[in-house]
């Protein structure tokens, strides 16, 4: 079964960075779209970016405007994992973090993907 995995969540300062991991496992890097969202208590769950690999080692990257900039992604193949590098950290940033996979097509993978595969979420808090 496809499955992912988030880690590297935190209590931070203001202005401070976090990395966070998503290891990837079971899935075929064939038009594979990988993503990270984050849901903040009562708030719909909102967009960071998304990742379309067409091969294990090519890949475009789609970020949402409000974190331009300030967050970055990377992803190793030697270890299946991918990362949210996360820089100037605001205290609106808190939120449950969630990556997801699933095979799209591009077009669906930069606006709009839907995701079959969910991890369970870790939790970054950004105090004022």
């Known amino acids: 079964q496809p499955q992912v995995t988030e880690s590297g969540g935190g209590s931070v300062d203001e202005g401070g960075s976090l990395r966070l991991s998503c290891a990837v496992s079971g899935v075929i890097y064939s038009s594979l779209c990988l993503g990270w969202f984050r849901q903040a208590p009562g708030k719909k769950r909102e967009k960071i970016v998304t990742?379309?690999?067409?091969?294990?080692?090519?890949?475009?990257?789609y970020y949402t405007d409000s974190v331009q900039g300030r967050f970055s992604t990377s992803h190793d193949s030697d270890r299946n994992t991918l990362y949210l590098e996360m820089n100037g950290l605001k205290p609106e940033d808190t939120a449950m973090y969630y990556c997801?996979?699933?095979?799209?097509?591009?077009?669906?993978?930069?606006?709009?993907?839907?995701?079959?595969?969910w991890g369970q979420g870790t939790q970054v808090t950004v105090s004022s």
């Open positions: 990742i379309w690999f067409p091969t294990p080692y090519t890949h475009d990257t």
């Open positions: 997801a996979a699933q095979r799209l097509w591009r077009d669906q993978c930069e606006d709009e993907p839907q995701f079959d595969t």
